[in-house]
């Protein structure tokens, strides 16, 4: 299905350019994402959480960079979305505007005796780093191997605070929240995004994850709402593009990121009377994806599941709905369950493998990591929905990987 420019086509042929990855960067033209040889872009891929205490991408303590990108590669994906908390910004400029070394990194979320020895296991499955290596400097080893294997990059700020997300009360919920400041966030997308100018293959930012309700703070409970959401959204976005001009940017939308549905249908944004509108993001309006997540993991009804994620703003795929407002290509940037032998024969993941491909320029499944360093207080903590097993050493779930995802990933890719 890839739709060659007849003069790339010309020129590849001519010239024997066989291999122009990443054809960056990316625009979007109503419901797609384009690249610059005008190519229809779709993204299959995965979740790389790197946003926890340790603030550095997880499993280099089992594996190789190179191991991990392999394995992905394997999958036949395009995308990773990594995943980074503000926090990490915030101890740069702390730290006269150098990065935190992995010693500290690690030690400081893991104890002496631990992040002595956890960084001991990292240095030696990955030994171009050294105690002294920074963290963006391992975050950006990642991207130059993902690059190398032709997959882009989705840079995804998940969270302020350093730690596993999301919750209602956990403080990172909204604007104000006791963790999450406004002004730190916009100076931290403007950092990340002027850094992620050197990394080749960044097709996109997204400038929150999971925005939501706080469920134990009742003053900035009170500005959770659609009027205060876009204010804000204009400032990261502006950030983003002012610090990097070439990426596309994700908004997503409120309660975990299910719902776009007034963005898209062109409601007002309330209590305000404002609607969205692709002026007020003049410079870049040709840059704006929407993501959305499903956690729905227990339903029995593949168009109730289908019809939620189409009202929730997947309908900003299809133009010719009368109440789609405004058009943009929407990325599933996460969905996830339990990677156990038998869940994946269930409703909700093959539903979602069967719709994502025709109905989404994309999707990010949650997520690659077989355990964390550290989540919740528990270190070395098992994630039962990982891609990997606990030593990220093989696929938990063969029969996920291999009936369901990779199908999914081909009939998403072509
Ligand atoms: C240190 O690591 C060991 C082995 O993973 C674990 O049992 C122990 O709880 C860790 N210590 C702390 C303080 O978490």
Redesign the pocket.
């Known amino acids: 299905m890839v739709k060659l420019h007849p003069l790339t086509a010309l020129a590849t042929c001519l010239l024997g350019i066989g291999d122009a990855f990443p054809y960056l960067p990316f625009v979007v033209d109503g419901p797609n994402i384009v690249d610059t040889s005008g190519s229809v872009v779709k993204l299959a891929g995965t979740n790389w959480p790197g946003h926890m205490g340790v603030m550095v991408p997880e499993g280099l303590q089992y594996q190789s960079i190179e191991t991990i990108v392999s394995d992905i590669t394997s999958l036949g994906m395009n995308v990773v979305r990594l995943t980074y908390a503000i926090e990490m910004i915030d101890q740069i400029y702390d730290n006269d505007g150098e990065d935190i070394d992995l010693r500290t990194a690690f030690v400081d979320a893991?104890?002496d005796?631990?992040g002595t020895?956890v960084l001991a296991d990292v240095l030696a499955n990955n030994p171009q780093f050294t105690e002294s290596t920074r963290r963006l400097e391992v975050f950006d080893a990642i991207v130059a191997e993902l690059s190398k294997q032709e997959i882009y990059v989705n840079l995804d700020n998940h969270i302020s605070r350093g730690k596993w997300c999301c919750s209602g009360d956990d403080g990172n919920s909204w604007w104000g929240d006791t963790e999450f400041d406004a002004d730190n966030w916009v100076r931290g997308l403007r950092y990340m995004a002027e850094h992620a100018t050197s990394w080749g293959n960044l097709a996109s930012m997204s400038i929150r994850n999971e925005l939501r309700e706080p469920s134990n703070n009742e003053a900035v409970r009170a500005t959770y709402n659609w009027e205060t959401w876009y204010k804000y959204v204009r400032q990261g976005a502006d950030a983003v593009n002012a610090g990097n001009p070439d990426t596309l940017v994700i908004l997503s939308g409120l309660n975990y990121d299910t719902t776009m549905q007034p963005v898209v249908r062109g409601e007002e944004l309330s209590p305000g009377t404002e609607t969205f509108r692709f002026d007020d993001f003049a410079a870049y309006a040709d840059k704006l994806v929407i993501e959305l997540h499903n956690y729905n993991t227990e339903t029995d009804s593949c168009p109730d599941l289908q019809g939620s994620l189409y009202n929730g703003g997947a309908q900003a795929m299809n133009p010719d709905d009368g109440s789609t407002v405004n058009v943009f290509p929407v990325l599933i940037t996460e969905f996830g369950f339990a990677q156990d032998g038998s869940t994946h024969n269930g409703v909700y993941s093959t539903c979602l493998a069967e719709w994502m491909p025709g109905n989404t320029a994309g999707w990010m499944q949650w997520a690659l990591a077989g355990s964390y360093y550290?989540r919740q207080?528990?270190?070395?903590m098992d994630e039962a929905w990982g891609l990997y097993n606990h030593d990220w050493s093989a696929w938990r779930d063969e029969g996920y990987i291999n009936d369901v995802l990779i199908p999914s990933v081909e009939a998403t890719l072509g």
Request: net charge negative; aromatic share 0%; hydrophobic share 20%.
């Open positions: 893991l104890g005796d631990n020895s550290s207080d528990v270190q070395d």
